[in-house]
């Protein structure tokens, strides 16, 4: 009973019921917003530039993700930190590029209060920020503990044989795609609807 027990961890369902809120946060913000924007008749705002260039830094993030996930399979201790590392990096730059992003917005005096659209996308894309800002604390404390725990051949040979470890590195890599994959649908809702006028 304990072996049926075991199979599916019980971290892997707390991601997912979290996925599956988050999902249904965003899908109620869609579908908010086109109701909104065909009761009231408001034309949809123009996305910045910079919206578009976050998207690629969000799935290069990923993909060195990804490749972190490939060097702690094959055991290469420097490639792993370094992926780690770099997918911190890219995080951050999302995170000041979208602020940069919003004063795009504001440059072109879209502000917040500027109509119903610009306040769904102002919120939108703020909440869709919380949730990187929310993922960057594990990523530091995985930087810090191959930093920590990864000096000599023995330490390293036990800290990739930990299947914690390995649990959490797929349960972050799941996030950040996650959140990648939210971030492209989100330009393109918005994108559709600035087209479809």
């Known amino acids: 009973m304990s072996q049926r027990n075991s199979i599916v961890h019980p971290s892997y369902i707390v991601l997912t019921l979290v996925l599956f809120g988050i999902t249904s946060l965003f899908l109620g913000l ?37 490749r972190a996930k490939k060097m702690y399979v094959s055991d290469q201790t420097e490639r792993y930190k370094l992926y780690v590392i770099v997918t911190l990096v890219l995080s951050f730059a999302f995170l000041i590029f979208q602020i940069f992003a ?12 500027y109509s119903n659209m610009a306040s769904y996308l102002y919120l939108i894309s703020a909440v869709h920020f919380i949730h990187v800002v929310a993922g960057i604390p594990f990523l530091v404390v995985f930087i810090y503990k191959a930093i920590k725990y990864m000096k000599t ?3 390293v040979l036990v800290y990739f044989s930990d299947p914690a470890k390995k649990r959490s590195l797929i349960l972050l890599s799941w996030y950040w795609h996650f959140l990648d994959g939210l971030w492209i649908y989100l330009v393109l809702f918005f994108l559709i609807n600035y087209l479809i006028k």
Do not use: H, K, T
């Open 30 to 66: 869609s579908g908010s917003y086109l109701y909104n924007r065909i009761q009231s008749g408001a034309p949809p705002i123009e996305l910045p530039s910079l919206f578009y260039y976050n998207s690629l830094l969000l799935v290069l993030a990923s993909l060195a993700l990804m």
């Open 102 to 113: 919003w004063q795009q917005l504001q440059a072109s005096e879209i502000f917040i209060n």
């Open 153 to 155: 051949p023995v330490s």
